[in-house]
């Protein structure tokens, strides 16, 4: 199973081996951004003192999450 961690080192691993040239610089670091978000955000929950805390921050993760797989499916056609 993936955790918050592992998506984000895995994004990041990818962006840096992706070779382009400076114009796709601000959409690489959104990609890195959104998936350092996921994990971030489900840290932040488990330091909540709620179960319900703990649920918004996944919601909020699982934003992250969908704006990092269209942010990477834009890049993907483009590249393409």
Do not use: P, W
Not at 23 to 43: D, P
Request: aromatic share 8%.
């Amino acid at each position: 199973m993936a955790t918050g961690g592992n998506v984000c080192l895995n994004v990041i691993d990818t962006v840096d081996a992706v070779s382009t040239d400076r114009k796709h610089y601000r959409l690489l670091a959104q990609i890195e951004a959104g998936s350092t978000s996921v994990a971030m955000n489900i840290a932040e929950g488990q330091g909540r003192f709620s179960k319900k805390e703990f649920a918004q921050y996944l919601y909020i993760s699982r934003g992250s999450l969908y704006e990092t797989i269209t942010l990477l499916d834009i890049f993907h056609r483009k590249a393409g």
